[in-house]
């Protein structure tokens, strides 16, 4: 006679909305008010870097002229990736494979590389945060870099993370302008309370398992289209859509097909995403000054469709595709590059978990057959 399955009888909360799974002291959304440790993003969009960023994430204050020196001098020595790892990393195949799959895989073989790799106490920790929020967009100019059979250039640990991501990727002195805009993406996708990627970052890290292995899991988590893989999505459909005659069509159309529309709608605002309203004007901005308007005139098209249709509103990718293409970024990079942004981020959740842990481990109501004999 089979044991009786225990069954568990609590509510389901499909996608744990609403659900409360941990405090956290990071970044809080009230209404439409997003801040990171009490400071809006707009705030922050216009008056700091991504270094200054990364740094109130994890600290929990804003640093001093003489901390953000120190940081990015800790930071530009993190700056390179061991030269027998580039070997095996431009070994890789990138012909046919998703940049998250090998962004994915060659941060988890970072941690083969990192003597250090399987501490997890507070020194170890800073250390390691730093190693890997520095080498992240490293990674991802490398593997652009192999895909189109050109060398690695090596970053210059006297900038910042933004200007040697586009250095880097394009081998060529950024035009500072795009530099600082790229910066200010940075900052907006940085950290977003308790996001799916950043969710399955903690709960890796709630078994106590490494922070290699906790950005390994987000990685996976952000690659996907309903999380992080929306922007490339974005971008793709505006090219499929072509022209601002077909878009209007094609969106009524989508809608009616009960077909999502990528870049639109979101668990937590429900009256808009203030991360979108900024990228919005930078769209409009960054496609004047490259003389594409119609991308920003198509999306913003879109935008109006969409709301009345459907009552949703952009979220943080929908706009954001049409800066990142404007910036001659290859559209599969899209979510890489969110990644190299979010790891400040899910670091600082890491180590929130770490400091109050619990492990994470929620119940399955049983549905399925019961008492059957092999
Ligand atoms: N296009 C069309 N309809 C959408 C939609 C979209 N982008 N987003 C939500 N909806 C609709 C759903 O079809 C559903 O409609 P219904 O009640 O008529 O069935 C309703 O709105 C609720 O959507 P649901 O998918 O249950 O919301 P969620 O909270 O589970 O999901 C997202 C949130 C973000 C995953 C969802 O809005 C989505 O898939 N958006 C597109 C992907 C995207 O941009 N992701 C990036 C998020 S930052």
């Given at each position: 006679m089979a044991t009786k399955v225990e069954i568990y009888e609590g509510a389901v909360d499909k996608g744990l909305e609403g659900v409360v799974a941990c405090t956290t002291g990071i970044s809080s959304i009230v209404d439409a008010t997003l801040c990171f440790r009490g400071y809006t993003i707009e705030d922050l969009a216009a008056n700091s870097t991504f270094e200054e960023v990364i740094y109130l994430l994890w600290y929990d204050k804003r640093p001093t002229t003489e901390e953000l020196k120190d940081f990015k001098k800790e930071l530009g020595k993190e700056m390179f990736i061991d030269p027998e790892l580039v070997k095996q990393l431009q070994a890789m195949p990138t012909k046919d494979v998703h940049p998250m799959?090998?962004?994915?895989?060659?941060?988890?073989?970072?941690?083969?590389?990192?003597?250090?790799?399987?501490?997890?106490?507070?020194?170890?920790?800073?250390?390691?945060?730093?190693?890997?929020?520095?080498?992240?967009?490293?990674?991802?100019?490398?593997?652009?870099?192999?895909?189109?059979?050109?060398?690695?250039?090596?970053?210059?640990?006297?900038?910042?993370?933004?200007?040697?991501?586009?250095?880097?990727?394009?081998?060529?002195?950024?035009?500072?302008?795009?530099?600082?805009?790229?910066?200010?993406?940075?900052?907006?996708?940085?950290?977003?309370?308790?996001?799916c990627s950043a969710f399955s970052a903690r709960v890796t890290a709630s078994s106590l398992s490494d922070m290699?292995?906790?950005?390994?899991?987000?990685?996976?988590?952000?690659?996907?289209?309903?999380?992080?893989?929306?922007?490339?999505?974005?971008?793709?459909?505006?090219?499929?859509?072509?022209?601002?005659?077909?878009?209007?069509?094609?969106?009524?159309?989508?809608?009616?097909?009960?077909?999502?529309?990528?870049?639109?709608?979101?668990?937590?605002?429900?009256?808009?995403?203030?991360?979108?309203?900024?990228?919005?004007?930078?769209?409009?901005?960054?496609?004047?000054?490259?003389?594409?308007?119609?991308?920003?005139?198509?999306?913003?098209l879109i935008d109006d469709t969409v709301q009345k249709e459907k009552g949703l509103l952009p979220n943080v990718d929908f706009y954001s595709a049409t800066v990142y293409h404007s910036m001659n970024i290859p559209i599969d990079l899209f979510t890489p590059i969110f990644a190299v942004s979010r790891v400040s981020g899910w670091l600082a959740h890491i180590f929130e978990q770490y400091a109050n842990n619990r492990i994470y481990r929620p119940r399955g109501q049983w549905i399925g057959k019961e008492g059957l004999r092999f």
């Open positions: 799959a090998w962004l994915r895989t060659a941060v988890s073989m970072l941690a083969l590389w990192d003597k250090e790799a399987q501490g997890i106490d507070k020194a170890a920790q800073k250390k390691i945060g730093m190693r890997l929020t520095a080498k992240l967009g490293l990674l991802v100019a490398l593997f652009e870099r192999t895909r189109k059979g050109l060398s690695f250039v090596p970053a210059n640990s006297e900038k910042t993370i933004a200007w040697n991501f586009i250095n880097m990727l394009f081998g060529k002195e950024p035009d500072a302008e795009i530099v600082r805009m790229f910066d200010v993406c940075l900052i907006l996708h940085a950290d977003h309370e308790l996001n290699y292995s906790a950005v390994t899991s987000a990685i996976g988590t952000l690659k996907g289209p309903l999380h992080g893989g929306a922007n490339e999505q974005v971008m793709l459909m505006l090219k499929s859509i072509g022209t601002m005659e077909n878009a209007v069509q094609w969106i009524k159309d989508a809608l009616d097909n009960k077909v999502k529309v990528m870049g639109f709608g979101h668990r937590v605002y429900k009256n808009g995403d203030p991360r979108a309203k900024i990228l919005r004007k930078m769209s409009e901005q960054i496609t004047k000054k490259i003389n594409e308007p119609k991308w920003y005139q198509m999306s913003a």
